[in-house]
């Protein structure tokens, strides 16, 4: 099974689509109520929808660097463009660098590198052999 989209709801698109333009993702539909973004590299993509935003929730959308360095300079970038984090880089004890945001509807995101770590940490459990379901 592959993730295709994760979608949030936000007040107004136009400011959503600014955000997310600066964030640097490839936007690919723009409607009045709804607009598509390309995640690259990859084909995953994301999307906001017009609609009653409602309080935070607990779901927090990562956003994937390339490497290390290319976070410190996308944060930098951003901060450079007028992007706020609620917290900068930080080398976090599961071995991921993750800088915290939010957006203009305050859907929690985090810009992240985590290296092998993202599939591979030293806890990962292993793979069930093909064919087999967990019990």
Do not use: K
């Not at 995953?44 to 309080?55: E, K, L």
């Not at 985090?110 to 019990?135: F, H, K, M, S, T």
């Amino acid at each position: 099974m592959n993730l295709n989209q994760v979608t949030v709801t936000v007040s107004s698109i136009p400011e959503a689509v600014a955000f997310y333009r600066t964030l640097g993702l490839q936007q690919i539909v723009d409607s009045p109520h709804y607009a598509r973004f390309l995640c690259t590299p990859g084909d995953t993509t994301f999307s906001v929808h017009i609609g009653q935003v409602a309080p935070a929730t607990n779901a927090v959308i990562y956003f994937e660097s390339a490497s290390e360095q290319a976070l410190y300079a996308q944060v930098r970038r951003l901060q450079q463009a007028g992007v706020v984090f609620d917290e900068e880089p930080v080398a976090q004890r599961w071995g991921w660098v993750e800088a915290r945001l939010r957006d203009p509807d305050e859907n929690r995101l985090v810009l992240y590198w985590a290296g092998e770590y993202r599939l591979n940490p030293p806890w990962r459990i292993p793979d069930e052999p093909a064919g087999q379901a967990p019990d």
